[in-house]
């Protein structure tokens, strides 16, 4: 079992084991792109992304104030969220780091209002900033979705530190065990 306390003041003192238990939390793996007004393009691996709002369409990321990502959202007004297949491991690998050639590693197509696609993603967002709200050391941002678009497949998944692929629908499994007794 992994525990934490809260100090007086509030707020967990042990990273570590904030990490282990935020772990816990299941998500889907993205990669943001953006494109600064010079044309250079950058982009980061993220889980904490989400759908905001139906009425208007709004998507909502958190960025670390260290990515270099972060400036690039800011100066363009615009970012776009691509939804990685579970084939797409070493994608998400390359954007988590730090290297200035990301892109040359990737396949991507820049679409003419200046988003930048992973080609081959499950899913593509194309949004533009609506606000940009202070989150401790990570920069939550709330973006207009302008286009979106999916594909059947399998998302690649992320809990506990590792990357993981969807098991088979909950339902299938109650059926079974059903069936079974
Ligand atoms: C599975 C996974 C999820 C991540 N989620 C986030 C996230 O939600 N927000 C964030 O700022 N960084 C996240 N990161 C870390 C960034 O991808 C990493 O810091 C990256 O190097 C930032 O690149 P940049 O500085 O070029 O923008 C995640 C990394 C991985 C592997």
């Known amino acids: 079992m ?11 003192s042990d990273r570590a084991s904030f990490r282990k238990i935020a772990g816990l939390w299941p998500s889907g793996v993205a990669v943001i792109t953006a494109m600064d007004n010079a044309g250079t393009p950058f982009g980061l691996t993220m889980s904490s992304v989400t759908s905001l709002s139906l009425e208007p369409p709004l998507y909502l990321i958190c960025v670390d104030l260290k990515s270099t990502t972060l400036p690039a959202i800011q100066d363009s007004g615009r970012f776009c969220i691509n939804f990685l297949m579970r084939s797409q491991q070493e994608i998400s690998n390359i954007f988590a780091g730090r290297s200035a050639d990301k892109f040359s590693r990737v396949p991507t197509r820049r679409r003419p209002s200046g988003h930048i696609e992973i080609s081959g ?5 194309t949004c533009t900033v609506r606000d940009m709200i ?23 998944m992320h809990f ?15 059926h079974a065990h059903q069936s079974a007794q």
């Open 2 to 12: 992994y525990s934490a306390v809260s100090r007086p003041e509030g707020g967990i």
């Open 121 to 125: 993603s499950l899913a593509v967002i």
């Open 134 to 156: 202070a989150g401790g050391d990570h920069s939550i941002i709330t973006g207009l979705a302008t286009e979106m678009w999916g594909v059947d497949g399998e998302p690649l």
């Open 160 to 174: 506990r530190g590792a990357y993981r692929e969807m098991g088979p629908p909950a339902t299938a499994a109650i």
